[in-house]
Every structure is written in C-alpha cells, then in structure tokens.
T-cell receptor
Framework: DAKTTQPNSMESNEEEPVHLPCNHSTISGTDYIHWYRQLPSQGPEYVIHGLTSNVNNRMASLAIAEDRKSSTLILHRATLRDAAVYYCIRAIMIYNQGGKLIFGQGTELSVKP | KAGVTQTPRYLIKTRGQQVTLSCSPISGHRSVSWYQQTPGQGLQFLFEYFSETQRNKGNFPGRFSGRQFSNSRSEMNVSTLELGDSALYLC?????????????FGPGTRLTVT
C-alpha cells in the first residue's frame, strides 16, 4: 500500500497559521484522508479526516485538492502545544468492511514563541 | 470516559522468548487495531479485530498474532522474539473500525528485545 509523502519538518511562529502539505497521488476513490498528530511519549491523536470536501473542526481545517492527489492541514493559530509530529494517512477500505490506516513518515512541526 | 489503556507500558525480553501485550478499548468500541512503531519503518498496521474476529491483517510474519475477547479487550502475542521486534506497540479502538471513523490510540507498550 503506497504511503503518503510529507515534508520531514516545518517551523512556525506562535499564533500564526500553519499549512502542512501532503501528497497522496496514488489514492483510490474510496480512501479517506486522515490526519493524526503524535506528541513525545504518547500515542497518535486524531485531528481531522475527509473524503472529497474541505472539512473543519475545532482543531483544524482540511483542504483536499479537487483531484484528491494532495491535501493540506491548516492550523489557524499555532500554539506551543501544537508542536508534534503530524501524520497524513490513507484510510483504506478492505473487502468492503473495516479499514486500516496507512501512515506516512510524518512532518515534525516546531513552533517558536 | 476512560481512554484506551495498554499494559504493560514497558517490557524487556530476550531473543527467542514470547510476549503478550494487552489493550482495553474505550467502552462501547468494538474495533481494536494494533500498530508497530519503529524509527526506521514508522507506524505500520499489524491487524484489526472486530467482534472477536480478525477482520484485517498487515504484512507481518505469523509470529505476530492476536485475539479479542467478548468485552472487546484485545491481546497481541509475538512468539520467538527477534531483535527487530523492538518497537512501540500501539493499539487503537474505534466504534466501527471503518475508514470513516476516528481511532483512539493508547500510550503504547515499549518492547525491548535483547
């Protein structure tokens, strides 16, 4: 299963917006795009997910390209607590039931005060 | 609502031994997935259980196995441990396990094989 492609690291200033890009050029029509983040010594934490349309929740926004080959996670105002590794993930369907998450290598986001 | 719990948190074993890890999902969640995280390979899907049945499996050797009980608690077992099995093992629970559901991860079990 092809993984997603993300920059290894990004830097942001506190209280500024952050745009985290992800390439998933081999995505199939039934795969969902999920984003999770992982803080040191913790398990991954769900951020947001979507299929075709842009999505918003209290944590972030997800912008999915029209051809679905890329997406961008948007943190509207970065805080120091947002420093983490952000994973862009393909959630694929298996045999018409259930699914599994295919993690990319992740982007390590650092936030400067 | 209590989160996903995993026991033990840390484990040291020697090559050739076997190990059993435990995961208690969030109450009401019927799907439990297991993942292996290593610095070299990142996070990789091991398998998923739903209503006591293994529904999906990743590309791992048969030494890795698991089961799920009627209360949705899950265990994974690794037999004949190898040095390369040293990793953080994460379990995640979700209501349904489908691709449109968020998964809730536990803190993981850090396994070291010497």
């Amino acid at each position: 299963d092809a993984k997603t492609t993300q920059p290894n690291s990004m830097e942001s200033n506190e209280e500024e917006p952050v745009h985290l890009p992800c390439n998933h050029s081999t995505i199939s029509g039934t795969d969902y795009i999920h984003w999770y983040r992982q803080l040191p010594s913790q398990g991954p934490e769900y951020v947001i997910h979507g299929l075709t349309s842009n999505v918003n929740n209290r944590m972030a926004s997800l912008a999915i390209a029209e051809d679905r080959k890329s997406s961008t996670l948007i943190l509207h105002r970065a805080t120091l607590r947002d420093a983490a590794v952000y994973y862009c993930i393909r959630a694929i369907m298996i045999y018409n039931q259930g699914g599994k998450l295919i993690f990319g290598q992740g982007t390590e986001l650092s936030v400067k005060p | 609502k209590a989160g996903v719990t995993q026991t033990p948190r840390y484990l040291i074993k020697t090559r050739g031994q076997q190990v059993t890890l435990s995961c208690s999902p969030i109450s009401g969640h019927r799907s439990v997935s297991w993942y292996q995280q290593t610095p070299g390979q990142g996070l990789q899907f091991l398998f998923e259980y739903f209503s006591e049945t293994q529904r999906n499996k990743g590309n791992f050797p048969g030494r890795f196995s698991g089961r799920q009980f009627s209360n949705s608690r899950s265990e994974m077992n690794v037999s004949t441990l190898e040095l390369g099995d040293s990793a953080l093992y994460l379990c995640a629970s979700s209501l349904d396990g489908g691709r449109n559901y968020e998964q809730y991860f536990g803190p993981g079990t850090r396994l070291t094989v010497t």
